[in-house]
């Protein structure tokens, strides 16, 4: 059995998960969250920024040709939009959104490369769930209009993340050609993060 086949057999999530664990505790560095949010702006600025990154991640990955064929119905269809369009959510409106384009994306040219890309953005939801819960001892009620985005799909946010694995698991074996791209898009998926958000630290850090 070559060293090739052997990787393939192995679950794709598990692959995912040891191929960017160094990245993902770079970004955790870069970023500095949830210690970089003191105040209620500055959770609004951080909230502008990952609403601008990933809603444009989420259209993407959502309107990418592929994922009726699997019969999957948890990738991410536009959930920061419903975020920003709630009147219940202040400080969110398309004005404090601070956007990503396109170009700031690396291309998805094939699904493989678009499964990578929703194993990042299913993967931060996580995150955003204990950035939130972290904050609440400092920041409290000053943040309860604007928690939905953070606060992913509340109790079904780890339900969803163990189907999309499921989902993304069984399809390893059947497509090992694509594992490559897989990982790729997931690894430059994470990589556009801290280059997008990056900024803000400093700009939440600035004195006054």
């Known amino acids: 059995m ?5 990787q393939a057999e192995r679950p794709l999530c598990t692959q995912l998960r040891e191929q960017t664990l160094a990245l993902r505790w770079a970004i955790e560095r870069s970023l500095g969250l949830p210690g970089s949010i003191h105040t209620r702006d500055d959770y609004v600025i951080w909230l502008g920024g990952f609403l601008g990154l990933h809603g444009l991640l989420e259209r993407l990955c959502s ?12 990738q991410p269809r536009g959930r920061t939009d419903c975020v920003i369009a709630d009147p219940a959510s202040p400080g969110t409106n398309s004005a404090d959104v601070n956007r990503a384009t396109p170009l700031q994306l690396p291309e998805a040219p094939t699904f493989a490369h678009t499964f990578g890309a929703s194993y990042a953005v299913e993967g ?19 943040i309860a209009g604007v928690a939905r985005f953070f606060g992913g799909r509340g109790n079904a946010t780890e339900p969803v993340w ?4 499921l989902i993304l698991d069984s399809c390893g074996p059947h497509r090992p050609q694509n594992h490559t791209d897989v990982g790729y898009r997931t690894e430059r998926t994470f990589r556009a993060m801290p280059t997008r958000l990056g900024p803000l630290r400093g700009a939440v850090d600035a004195p006054p």
């Open 124 to 142: 931060a939801t996580l995150g955003g769930r204990v950035i939130l819960r972290d904050l609440g001892p400092l920041l409290g009620a000053t």
């Open 2 to 6: 070559t060293p090739q086949s052997t």
């Open 162 to 165: 163990q189907i999309f694995r």
């Open 63 to 74: 309107t990418f040709p592929g994922w009726g064929a699997l019969d999957v119905t948890v």
